[in-house]
């Protein structure tokens, strides 16, 4: 079983993903972690190397999530991407809006609301045009929406509820697809 997780930062994706890894017993990887990986080798912190226009960046990760969703089974990755890259797993968007993103984000990270906007809105915006540049994607959202087989708002539902509805549509995926 392979399962792509998908969104934007602070829409729930390492959330939802961990708790996937636990229920269905499945491999946790992190495109996330893979960037901090990253940035810890270069001496950057995360902002620095979201901002930084090194096209060898974007496709050490992309390449590394691609090796990932090839080679494995019994996985679950997180990031903005392998929805985009795990043609073959189970994929799930979760959207949330920016000011959802950005309380979380504020909340987790235990910095002011300004501040946590400013973040987020900067890491958005380099990621966009990124993958704009790289992939061809014009409209982030609609387009994870086109491939995914499970879309969630995450506004609208408790971490348990959306933990739930991730789970039902997997146990009906695995039921059509053994």
């Known amino acids: 079983m392979r399962i ?20 269905f017993n499945l491999e946790l990887y992190s495109s996330g972690e893979i960037f901090r990986e990253i940035a810890k080798q270069r001496g950057l912190r995360l902002e620095e190397l979201s901002k930084a226009t090194e096209k060898e960046i974007d496709i050490e990760i992309d390449e590394k999530t691609k090796r990932i969703c090839k080679e494995k089974d019994n996985f679950v990755i997180e990031g903005r991407l392998p929805c985009f890259f795990c043609k073959d797993s189970f994929k799930i968007y979760l959207h949330a809006p920016l000011n959802v993103r950005v309380r979380r984000c504020a909340l ?59 789970f039902e549509a997997i146990r009906e995926h695995i039921s059509f697809n053994p």
Not at 4 to 23: D, N, P, W, Y
């Open 4 to 23: 792509a997780v998908c969104g934007l930062s602070s829409s729930g994706k390492s959330t939802l993903a961990k708790r996937i890894a636990k229920e």
């Open 108 to 166: 987790r990270d235990g910095i002011l609301y300004e501040d946590a906007l400013k973040l987020v809105e900067e890491r958005d915006m380099n990621d966009l045009r990124r993958y704009k540049i790289l992939y061809g994607i014009d409209d982030y959202d609609k387009t994870m929406k086109e491939i995914a087989d499970l879309v969630i708002d995450t506004e609208r539902y408790s971490i348990e509820e959306m933990c739930s509805l991730a």
